[in-house]
């Protein structure tokens, strides 16, 4: 017998041992373009049910759930945007609905509030459902983008149980219907990234205009997820050209020109006072937090109460795991979160919806460590995979429970007939000052009614160093001003100067949570 017939024996595997999984390689698009099993779509349709059912909970409750300054100012400029283009709306209420839209500020163009006032327009009316059914709309269309990315990253399992996370986390049950830009905005990142990563695969025409659209669109639609769309758009140039090629594309000088120029004109050409406003105010006043470690420990701990420190480390891990497309991608999109949090450091540990766009970014990390651990157990009996599913599916039900559970516990109705009695209270065309609750937005939502500001004792007050001067402010703020409400007493009570000084005025109305002051005595 001669050397070339002999058969190379096959490897004895030893008793007890297991097969490793097989690491995670890039994918071509033409190896992608298998569809998903049935079973793969049947769980997909069951769980975008599942998130649309936990997003629509409590549909007409007012949105006071969620950082309530931040939806009522949505609903104003809405207001504002449905009396406009209603000329059969009562004249004087387009009068008052366009002064209080004035009042709460500009701060992006008002791409959702249009939509929204355009849903007021076919419902017949305003409504608190409208803006949530169309977030959660946009949340879920993104959900379908992130789940063939995690796919194509991954494997089928592992993408359902990524898009599990992003659907059923409890803060993005409650940060991604809230009345907003961000989940807007962080929708059409994540089916820009899709497309961008699509690019990186095929490099076609078709994925470069459309990954630049939305990821231009998603920067118009709030400008702090620049850091996000420049990282990971930086990255895929890299990826697909490397540093002495990129610049002989005509595709990447086109889809340059579409990421920025929709943001570039409306917020540095049509708005670059408010712009640098914007940026003295929340970033060059307050660089100095990030000389404190207690800002980081703050930034951690806040971040631990929104998605758990162990999830953020399983997910950089899993990131890390990524074969080399997906891990450049996301581990892109991570330097664009943590120069985005130095930039803005007093939101970091304040506000929970400025780490919105962290959720798919999470949810693409936790999908290859979902991999390796699917791929494990297909080895095992039927008994230990069947547990493991039991497993997933704890791990499913217990999150929609707490979000679920969550946003019943809360009600807010009698928050509008509440307003509505001290709006009543109130004489029309007089000028008021208050010291009220969300910047006075829930006296002009409900109530009808137009306010100027008593200042508040804050946090951000104590960071820049600030205090109120109640008899300096008082003299400033009330002069031409006939009433006074309270209705914040739990401010009113750290401002004794304030009280002092309206000892010496009239009651001209009280309640139940209201105290109304006639300035005019």
Not at 189 to 198: I, W
Not at 419 to 433: F, H, K, Q, R, S
Request: hydrophobic share 50%; charged share 15%.
């Amino acid at each position: 017998m001669t050397a070339s017939s002999e058969k190379t024996p096959k490897p004895v595997i030893a008793s007890g041992a297991t097969k490793q999984s097989p690491p995670l390689k890039d994918k071509t698009a033409t190896s992608q373009k298998h569809a998903p099993r049935r079973v793969t779509l049947a769980l997909l349709a069951c769980l975008l049910l599942l998130g649309a059912i936990l997003r629509l909970i409590d549909l007409t409750d007012p949105p006071l759930d969620f950082h309530s300054t931040r939806q009522l100012r949505n609903i104003l400029v809405a207001r504002d945007i449905y009396h406009q283009i209603s000329p059969d709306l009562d004249a004087q209420n387009r009068d008052l609905a366009a002064s209080f839209a004035k009042r709460v500020g500009d701060f992006e163009p008002p791409v959702i509030e249009t939509l929204t006032a355009l849903g007021y327009k076919v419902a017949g009316g305003e409504s608190f459902a409208i803006p949530r059914i169309i977030n959660t709309i946009f949340w879920l269309l993104a959900g379908l983008a992130l789940f063939d990315l995690a796919r194509r990253m991954t494997s089928d399992e592992a993408a359902l149980i990524s898009l599990a996370f992003y659907l059923v986390l409890p803060f993005s049950v409650q940060a991604s219907r809230s009345f907003q830009p961000d989940p807007l905005m962080t929708s059409l990142f994540v089916a820009g990234l899709y497309t961008l990563y699509r690019w990186t695969e095929e490099k076609i025409w078709k994925w470069a205009i459309l990954s630049a659209l939305l990821l231009g669109l998603a920067t118009l639609a709030k400008i702090v997820i620049a850091f996000f769309v420049a990282a990971v758009a930086i990255a895929a140039v890299l990826l697909a050209y490397g540093w002495k090629k990129f610049w002989k594309s005509p595709q990447v000088w086109v889809m340059a020109i579409l990421m920025i120029l929709p943001a570039f004109l409306y917020y540095i050409i049509g708005g670059g006072e408010r712009s640098s406003e914007y940026f003295i105010s929340w970033t060059l006043d307050l660089i100095h937090l990030l000389s404190s470690t207690k800002f980081y420990l703050q930034w951690m701990t806040f971040i631990a109460s929104l998605f758990g420190l162990p999830t953020i480390y399983l997910s950089i891990i899993g990131v890390l795991l990524l074969p080399s497309r997906g891990r450049t991608l996301l581990v892109a999109a991570w330097i664009g979160y943590l120069l985005y949090g130095l930039t803005l450091p007093f939101q970091m540990y304040t506000h929970s919806y400025y780490h919105i766009q962290l959720i798919p970014v999470v949810a693409l990390g936790i999908a290859p460590i979902a991999h390796l651990v699917t791929e494990q157990v297909k080895g095992q009996g039927r008994f230990w995979r069947s547990l493991l599913v039991g497993v997933i599916l704890l791990g499913v039900a217990y999150p929609t429970w707490v979000a679920r559970s969550v946003l019943v516990s809360e009600n807010y109705r009698h928050e509008v007939p509440f307003w509505e009695n001290i709006g009543e209270a109130i004489p029309p065309d007089y000028d008021v000052i208050a010291l009220t609750q969300d910047y006075g937005f829930r006296l002009m939502a409900f109530g009808w009614r137009k306010t100027s500001l008593w200042p508040l004792s804050t946090t951000l007050m104590e960071v820049r160093g600030g205090s109120v001067d109640a008899q300096k402010e008082f003299d400033a703020r009330t002069e031409g001003v006939e009433f006074f409400v309270i209705t914040a007493f739990g401010q009113y009570e750290k401002q004794s100067g304030l009280q002092e000084i309206l000892m010496e005025y009239p009651i001209a109305a009280e309640g139940d949570g209201y105290l109304i002051y006639d300035l005019r005595e």
